[in-house]
């Protein structure tokens, strides 16, 4: 093409300009479809394998930590509003402390060698997870729907706290049985997963499941699992 021949150069900025308006269109279609794909996202019921065993391990213990820690924060809170006869509503510099109690438990409950990660629900109910693990993302997003499921329910029925963040809609105390809620519910598909790559054919539990010396048999290590969701289960649900 001769760029000095002007008679070019309209055709040109028109097919610049169809590229354009398809580049927005198709741009604009992805966001939409990403953000609402990304909210609450279906997990697959079985993602964990034989291999996955001693992340599965860790990820319950940190679960366990950081769900008696909520669990514990949220009966003091309520608690304290008994006493004060009103509810603490939530509060930024409180969660912030609570997050970082939590923190410390989870660190200290976290084996060394094992993959974990994180994840987090922003204020647009839109969830990410952040992991190495394709099983521990799948237990991260569990986690993640609960508070997703409560911010869209928030959202819909008006109830928005500042900045449209639903947490400040609830009480303090109410957002950490949320927390609890969500833990619950990654403890149970994590046990699940155990219990499923532990039967996997060729899966030694001895061998994988064992992280210090001295046997455990696959019947202890499910017993011991059993007894702590139990004793989790009870202190959830206030029996203790
Ligand atoms: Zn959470």
Same mark, same amino acid.
């Given at each position: 093409?001769?760029?000095?021949?002007?008679?070019?150069?309209?055709?040109?900025?028109?097919?610049?300009?169809?590229?354009?308006?398809?580049?927005?269109?198709?741009?604009?279609?992805?966001?939409?479809?990403?953000?609402?794909?990304?909210?609450?996202?279906?997990?697959?019921?079985?993602?964990?394998?034989?291999?996955?065993?001693?992340?599965?391990?860790?990820?319950?213990?940190? /679960? !366990?930590?950081?769900?008696?820690?909520?669990? *514990?924060?949220?009966?003091?809170?309520? @608690? +304290?509003?008994?006493? =004060?006869? &009103?509810?603490?509503?939530?509060?930024?510099?409180?969660?912030?402390?609570?997050?970082?109690?939590?923190?410390?438990?989870?660190?200290?409950?976290?084996?060394?060698?094992?993959?974990?990660?994180?994840?987090?629900?922003?204020?647009?109910?839109?969830?990410?997870?952040?992991? /190495? !693990?394709?099983?521990?993302?799948?237990?991260? *997003?569990?986690?993640?729907?609960?508070? @997703? +499921?409560?911010?869209? =329910?928030? &959202?819909?029925?008006?109830?928005?706290?500042?900045?449209?963040?639903?947490?400040?809609?609830?009480?303090?105390?109410?957002?950490?049985?949320?927390?609890?809620?969500?833990?619950?519910?990654?403890?149970?598909?994590?046990?699940?997963?155990?219990?499923?790559?532990?039967?996997? /054919?060729?899966?030694?539990?001895?061998?994988?499941?064992?992280?210090?010396?001295?046997?455990?048999?696959?019947?202890?290590?499910?017993?011991?699992?059993?007894?702590?969701?139990?004793?989790?289960?009870?202190?959830?649900?206030?029996?203790?």
């Amino acid at each position: 093409m001769d760029w000095r021949d002007r008679s070019g150069v309209a055709p040109l900025f028109l097919i610049l300009v169809g590229v354009l308006v398809v580049v927005v269109v198709i741009g604009g279609v992805s966001y939409v479809v990403y953000k609402d794909a990304r909210s609450i996202v279906p997990v697959p019921p079985v993602a964990c394998h034989c291999p996955d065993i001693p992340d599965i391990r860790n990820r319950i213990a940190e /679960a !366990s930590a950081a769900a008696a820690r909520y669990g *514990q924060m949220a009966a003091d809170i309520e @608690a +304290a509003d008994a006493t =004060a006869g &009103k509810p603490t509503m939530f509060g930024e510099e409180r969660w912030k402390a609570g997050e970082a109690a939590v923190q410390v438990e989870v660190n200290a409950a976290h084996v060394q060698g094992t993959r974990s990660g994180n994840g987090r629900t922003d204020t647009a109910c839109v969830t990410t997870v952040e992991s /190495a !693990s394709p099983c521990i993302r799948a237990s991260l *997003q569990t986690h993640e729907n609960v508070h @997703a +499921a409560s911010c869209q =329910a928030s &959202k819909k029925s008006g109830r928005t706290g500042t900045y449209g963040d639903y947490k400040a809609s609830m009480t303090m105390a109410a957002y950490w049985r949320e927390e609890v809620a969500a833990y619950s519910e990654e403890l149970k598909y994590l046990s699940d997963n155990l219990a499923q790559a532990m039967a996997e /054919a060729g899966c030694d539990p001895v061998v994988k499941v064992e992280t210090y010396p001295g046997r455990e048999k696959k019947e202890d290590v499910r017993e011991r699992l059993v007894g702590a969701w139990r004793r989790l289960s009870a202190y959830v649900s206030g029996a203790r």
